[in-house]
């Protein structure tokens, strides 16, 4: 029996009939330093979320948005959050008690959201700093009581930090809640609940999601006062710039097969379902000549960012991660994903498949399948609105020939000094900023559409 759809989820489908706005950020009226170095990134152009979302965000509404992955969302909440919050004439930041409050589902899209906004604050003089598990408390603690106006928090590190009073949330004005859904599927809503119990009331809150299911409508309905709804893309919706290829594969043949595929010289990103599958295949894809790194939950943090900067440095083209991490990668130039074992539903393949796609380029989406796995997933692949015909091949086919000499080749960048896991932007003396919004994302054609 379909569930009922709920108002919000009525008032997102309505909502994508609204042409996007032909604008510009500086027509956007934000703050000139922050215009300067958006310009300096040569970020000028909104991209549609951003332009839909900032001139209800910059004025004071709450906001429920809804855009497909790399389509821009941490411009789309954090231009308004770092306009509002660099309002001249306020008075110094109390130790352990920021105006605005960014929250995160994973470390890896803490420290993401944080490298895109802080150099965008430090101009403003907004301090911006990530706190999240896996890293070292202490200097964490240490950069808080300095004192900070934005902070990027994974909900259990935050909660730990407010019961060891070295956080309050009572002066947060702003709140942006990113990758919500995903916060679901990993038991985190009830602890977004106690935090934005903690913040003010009337503060202004901003949440972006996928979807609305799994207790993303409950939230949205508690905490958001007269939202308005916005979406780009159609929940679950397959990316227009993403091509969709299955192979069906006998089982002795699999590991040959994605060995040979893995070899090509682009980036290339394989899901599978476990932590221990994960290190099994990159070993053995090492074993076969082509080096690869393993995400995985398992990995001290630490590791699990060495792998991560050295795929997005192209120092590693091959990265064998598992669904949870799946939400935690946000690197540019991957134009091939592939599902070495199927996902468990059409929402994670397309979770999955949208690390490829991003911010307009194109991609390829692969499934590798074994022959009695071809129908269940024409059935997914259905459900996520799409028509995939499975290709049998093996070792050497011309189809897997072609995905293997595919992509432009990977130049690598060396490898710079590791930064502190908890940092703050340098503030110049700034006032405490005002509860005014203005902000603006902005549209490049390459770089951070987190």
Partial sequence: RPEPVSELEVALTASLATPVPDVSFAALKLPQPLLTALERRDIRTPFPIQARTLPDALAGRDLLGRAETGSGKTLAFGLPMLARLSTPGRGSRAAGSPAGLVLVPTRELAGQVTEVLAPLGQPLGVRVLAVYGGASI?????ALRRGVDLLVATPGRLLDLVRQGECSLGSVEVTAID?????ADLGFLPDVSRILDLTRPDAQRLLFSATLDRGVDRLARAYLTDPVAIA???AAAPVAT???LAFAVRAEDKLAVTTEIAARPARTLLFVRTKHGADRLAKQLARGGVPAA?????LAQGARQRALDAF???RSRVLVATDVAARGIHVDDVDLVVHFDPPTDHKDYLHRSGRTARAGARGTVLSLLLPEQVREAGRMHQRAGLTVAATAVMPGHAAVVALARSGEPVVAREATAPEAPARAT???GRGRPSRRRSS???RREAKPAA
């Avoid at 202490?138 to 240490?142: N, P």
């Avoid at 990758?179 to 916060?183: I, L, P, Q, V, Y």
């Fill in 440 to 442: 603006t994302p902005g």
């Fill in 232 to 234: 780009v893309a159609p």
């Fill in 242 to 244: 993403m091509d969709h």
């Fill in 426 to 428: 340098r503030r110049p």
């Fill in 312 to 314: 997005a440095a192209g």
């Fill in 179 to 183: 990758e919500a859904d995903h916060m």
């Fill in 138 to 142: 202490g200097r964490q603690v240490a």
């Fill in 294 to 298: 393993a995400l995985h939950g398992n």
